[in-house]
């Protein structure tokens, strides 16, 4: 059964993990491992807005479970596929804005996103410090308490729409480098990385504009403006009984707004799936949502996201 944010939350506050909390099927292990990464640094130095932070960052792993924490150096992992498609979409995995869950929100998505040819660059935002021996409670109190997400976006809000704005434009920039057309790179976040990737959608320069977007189980900016310039086709996937971000107050304002701009937006709501389901496969109709993102946003940047304007 796919695990709610609060329930991974209390699973990763002791180590080593369940061995098999995000276990994938034997068909998910099928797909050929992820190759070596290009390592991007999003600044020259410290990032602006935290040059003193000191906290270190940490990678925590045990089988195929792993997550980072206190990012402070801002990144792109670029994966080149074998046979690319000259479509790329920068990932952005989930995790409260406390971890980066990169098992069924990072890797998996990967290899399958790269099994079809998209390029991947993967995103490693900055995140709020934390303590291996506190993080957990600290995380999971802060999602308890009314009005969490504008307290997130009050604290880190701003500095992670930075770290996407300048990850899109230094990927759109070096796109022929990874043999990407420059009107065909798009963003998929899950969670917090929803979040992330709805944000940059409503604010954006010409060169960080993503050309399509992807929100799975995003969190809602809470600041949502009525009306909104130049927005990219939409892409969302929920599960009903999600019990942390739930669709009726995340989903349908999104879908709305979108409407209002007469901008292509698709939104599937599942029966179950609960909070995190990410990529892998737990024999729920949830499982097929990336088969579906993957052709919608092959069929937006043939029809609506090229040739880009300015």
Request: with cysteine; hydrophobic share 40%; glycine share 8%.
């Amino acid at each position: 059964m796919p695990l709610s944010r609060r329930r991974l939350i209390a699973l990763l506050s002791a180590l080593p993990f369940a061995p098999h909390a995000l276990a994938a099927t034997p068909e998910s292990h099928a797909l050929p491992a992820l190759p070596p990464p290009q390592v991007i640094p999003l600044y020259d130095g410290p990032a602006p807005g935290s040059e003193q932070w000191a906290q270190q960052e940490v990678y925590e792993a045990d089988g195929d479970n792993h997550i980072y924490r206190n990012v402070t150096r801002p990144q792109v992992l670029a994966y080149r596929p074998a046979q690319p498609n000259g479509m790329a979409v920068m990932l952005v995995p989930g995790g409260a804005f406390y971890f980066l869950s990169m098992a069924n929100e990072g890797d998996d998505t990967a290899q399958k996103l790269l099994a079809r040819g998209f390029t991947v660059f993967l995103l490693k935002y900055r995140l709020i410090a934390s303590r291996k021996e506190t993080w957990h409670q600290e995380a999971d109190q802060r999602l308890s308490r009314p009005g969490w997400e504008k307290s997130l976006e009050d604290e880190i809000g701003a500095m992670v729409l930075a770290d996407a704005q300048r990850a899109m434009t230094l990927v759109r920039q070096r796109a022929g480098e990874f043999h990407v057309a420059a009107n065909r790179i798009g963003i998929l976040g899950f969670s917090a990385g929803g979040y992330i990737a709805t944000r940059l959608s409503l604010e954006h320069s010409l060169e960080s504009r993503p050309d399509f977007t992807g929100c799975i189980y995003g969190v809602k900016p809470p600041r949502l403006p009525e009306r909104v310039p130049d927005l990219p086709p939409l892409f969302m996937a929920w599960a009903d009984d999600d019990d942390l971000v739930q669709p009726e107050r995340c989903a349908l304002p999104l879908y709305e707004l979108w409407k209002r701009e007469k901008v292509p937006v698709e939104m599937h709501i599942f029966a179950r799936g609960q909070h995190g389901f990410g990529s892998l496969n737990y024999h729920r109709p949830s499982d097929h949502w990336l088969e579906l993102f993957m052709e919608w946003a092959e069929s937006m940047t043939g029809a609506v996201a090229m040739p880009r304007r300015g």
